[in-house]
């Protein structure tokens, strides 16, 4: 029983340590010259970690984005409005918009982050400096809904 528990816990070690890897290497992977990418995320915050907010990319729906989590989008060059929407109670009433001018070749990274009050909990996105945007998803695992946007 000792042997099986021990094989188990090396084999769970190394599926952390590949997903790690992996994630890393989908971070530093720069877009190629004639396509863009936009990395939205959500920090892991305790307040609000329940409230579920759909992703939408130039009024596509994308991901519902989990706590903790992130994924990358696709895009062609120009302006592209991010919003999302509420999940459960207040499904499809529109929270927050941002826009992002993209350029060819190049990474884009828009933080989302939980504004509780009293009576509701909100999402705020804003765009971030690829710097901030790489130190913050550099722990962070990819979003389990980043497969189907690839699909697309």
Do not use: W
């Amino acid at each position: 029983m000792k042997k099986f528990f021990s094989t188990v816990v090396l084999a769970l070690s190394f599926v952390v340590i590949t997903q790690a890897k992996t994630t890393r290497t989908q971070i530093t992977s720069a877009p190629d010259a004639d396509s863009s990418f936009i990395f939205i995320y959500r920090g892991g915050q305790f307040s609000g970690s329940l409230s579920n907010f759909i992703i939408y990319v130039d009024e596509q729906r994308l991901c519902k984005i989990s706590n903790g989590k992130y994924f990358k989008v696709p895009v062609k060059p120009g302006t592209h409005a991010i919003s999302a929407k509420r999940g459960g109670v207040g499904i499809g009433k529109k929270e927050t918009e941002v826009e992002v001018d993209v350029e060819n070749g190049k990474s884009y990274y828009v933080s989302c982050s939980m504004k509780t009050s009293i009576t509701r909990a909100r999402l705020e996105m804003q765009e971030v400096v690829e710097k901030t945007g790489v130190k913050d998803i550099t722990n962070m695992r990819v979003d389990k809904c980043q497969g189907d946007i690839e699909d697309q």
